[in-house]
């Protein structure tokens, strides 16, 4: 089952205005990395959170993790065009078949932005 | 610097017909590999993935298999298209641990008609 939920799945707002996604994890995580995809592009890393609590900052996108480190929340202020793209979280769970680790992607949360 | 190719960018076939898509990284040695499939407004799901020369594990059954003949070459191929096989088709690396970042390749867009 899925294992990194991300909400909302859409979210439009005007431009100005401040976007939020969420990402919630069935378990605790050694750490939680966040992608942008632009439309008709592919998925960039754009950061990594490994402490409990750990809030970090590019420009106007604001990254936090969670104290139980189960949940992190991507916020962008005063979004413009350019933030347009579908914002993916990932998270290391075990992979039941061969024992190891696999990053599992949320299903990403998709902003449009009206100029 | 570590750079990952992946061709063609996109690609038309008919149904029933066989596919080949390369994907290849240089910069790095001995990385994790990985191909996913994401279908149009979708998510990323994963495909394959591969840790070794050789080694293949497999996320989905599928009409899909892959093959890693080279440490920085990754090959996803069918026998024979289906029409549900259309989607965004993404290569992925990593180095040392599987739950590491990824860095993708620019994708090959696939039209299976």
């Known amino acids: 089952g899925q294992q990194v939920m991300q909400i909302p799945q859409y979210q439009h707002v005007q431009e100005g205005e401040d976007f939020t996604t969420y990402c919630n994890s069935s378990t605790t995580l050694s750490n939680i990395q966040w992608y942008k995809q632009r439309p008709g592009g592919h998925p960039v890393f754009l950061i990594q959170l490994v402490k409990s609590g750990e809030v970090k900052k590019q420009k106007r996108l604001t990254f936090q993790f969670g104290e139980a480190k189960k949940n992190s929340s991507l916020h962008i202020t005063a979004t413009q065009t350019t933030d347009v793209g579908t914002y993916f979280c990932a998270g290391p769970f075990r992979d039941s078949g061969a024992g190891s680790y696999q990053l599992t992607f949320g299903k990403g949360t998709k902003l449009s932005v009206i100029p | 610097s570590q750079t990952i190719h992946q061709w063609p960018a996109t690609l038309v076939q008919p149904v029933g017909s066989p596919l080949s898509l390369e994907c290849t990284v240089e910069?790095?040695?001995?990385?994790?590999l990985y191909w996913y499939r994401q279908a149009a407004g979708r998510g990323l799901q994963l495909l394959f993935y591969s840790v070794g020369i050789g080694q293949i594990s497999s996320e989905v059954p599928q009409n899909l298999s892959a093959s890693r003949p080279q440490d920085r070459q990754f090959i996803l191929s069918s026998k024979k298209l289906l029409l549900s096989d259309s989607g965004f088709y993404l290569c992925?690396?990593?180095?040392?641990?599987?739950?590491?970042?990824?860095?993708f390749g620019a994708g090959t867009r696939l039209s299976v008609l």
């Open positions: 992925a690396w990593s180095v040392g641990s599987a739950e590491n970042i990824q860095y």
């Open positions: 910069g790095t040695s001995n990385p994790n």
